[in-house]
T-cell receptor
Framework: AQSVAQPEDQVNVAEGNPLTVKCTYSVSGNPYLFWYVQYPNRGLQFLLKYITGDNLVKGSYGFEAEFNKSQTSFHLKKPSALVSDSALYFCAVRAASSGNTPLVFGKGTRLSVIA | GAGVSQSPSNKVTEKGKDVELRCDPISGHTALYWYRQSLGQGLEFLIYFQGNSAPDKSGLPSDRFSAERTGGSVSTLTIQRTQQEDSAVYLC????????????FGPGTRLTVT
């Protein structure tokens, strides 16, 4: 079975500071990993994904994520947080061998960037 | 181009009534997914369509829930005899075929059962 854990329900960071939102996963075989952001009263927006290749993936709005196979982690990072980054962030996983099966999502982490 | 659209954006219904929620996926996307998001919670998978294959209904919480996809495009999620615990945001997503493709989400339908 596939699963995702986001150990922090809430992350608070001061504007201008670096931010990290943590994600660990469990999947049989190679994983495909995704990050999404959800602003209030909106659907989920795709940020970035890891499929293969370079472990550091860059995405929208200056976000990046690092795939670490040995730690089964895919933490989301940004060097300098903005107040507008405040939102709900979801990590998701799918086994590479599983075809188009639905992504399995974590419970989400609420990021609050304080001016 | 046009993204995933859902209608209605909000639906308030009385307990016991039936409701239909509609999803228009991105043109050319063969995979379509329905999820449910309760207040402050993560996403709960409901049902998934891939091309002409039989849908994966493994996430439907009860037989009051059903969905269809006509012509490989538009999908309708139907909830019969609604209960208060059905209140949630229902999200639809679509994607291209293949495990490496991301899902694109619609804005959701907020269902409130009174």
């Amino acid at each position: 079975a596939q699963s995702v854990a986001q150990p922090e329900d809430q992350v608070n960071v001061a504007e201008g500071n670096p931010l990290t939102v943590k994600c660990t996963y469990s999947v049989s075989g190679n994983p495909y990993l995704f990050w999404y952001v959800q602003y209030p009263n909106r659907g989920l927006q795709f940020l970035l994904k890891y499929i293969t290749g370079d472990n550091l993936v860059k995405g929208s709005y200056g976000f990046e994520a690092e795939f670490n196979k040995s730690q089964t982690s895919f933490h989301l990072k940004k060097p300098s947080a903005l107040v507008s980054d405040s939102a709900l962030y979801f990590c998701a996983v799918r086994a590479a061998s599983s075809g188009n099966t639905p992504l399995v999502f974590g419970k989400g982490t609420r990021l609050s960037v304080i001016a | 181009g046009a993204g995933v659209s859902q209608s209605p954006s909000n639906k308030v219904t009385e307990k016991g009534k039936d409701v239909e929620l509609r999803c228009d996926p991105i043109s050319g996307h063969t995979a379509l997914y329905w999820y449910r998001q309760s207040l402050g919670q993560g996403l709960e998978f409901l049902i998934y369509f891939q091309g002409n294959s039989a849908p994966d209904k493994s996430g439907l919480p009860s037989d009051r829930f059903s969905a269809e996809r006509t012509g490989g495009s538009v999908s309708t999620l139907t909830i019969q005899r609604t209960q208060q615990e059905d209140s949630a945001v229902y999200l639809c997503a679509s994607s291209l075929a293949g495990p490496s493709y991301e899902q694109y989400f619609g804005p959701g339908t907020r269902l409130t059962v009174t």
